[in-house]
């Protein structure tokens, strides 16, 4: 799975717990789930059970702990991907 997959993957996973649709429609890599997207912590938990669900995959609380934007949470997720495919 490539980088724009994982985002277009990433971006279904969020949109639900999204408050500011402006930030969500112009979601880079830069992107904050906190700051940005104004996604509760609460919600992050839930949007990391989700990723992990969604990509089969386990996400210890140090990676859970960096995944605060979509460019760390590509990090984390294509790190576990290649994890599975050895």
Do not use: G, H
């Amino acid at each position: 799975m490539d980088k724009k997959e994982i985002i277009e993957q990433l971006k279904i996973i969020v949109k639900p717990y999204v408050q500011n649709q402006d930030a969500f429609s112009n979601l880079t890599e830069e992107t904050d789930f906190i700051n940005d997207l104004r996604i509760n912590s609460a919600n992050l938990v839930d949007v990391i059970l989700d990723i992990e669900e969604k990509f089969d995959i386990i996400i210890d609380n140090k990676e859970m702990e960096r995944m605060i934007n979509v460019k760390a949470s590509l990090d984390v997720i294509s790190l576990k991907l290649s994890e599975n495919d050895r």
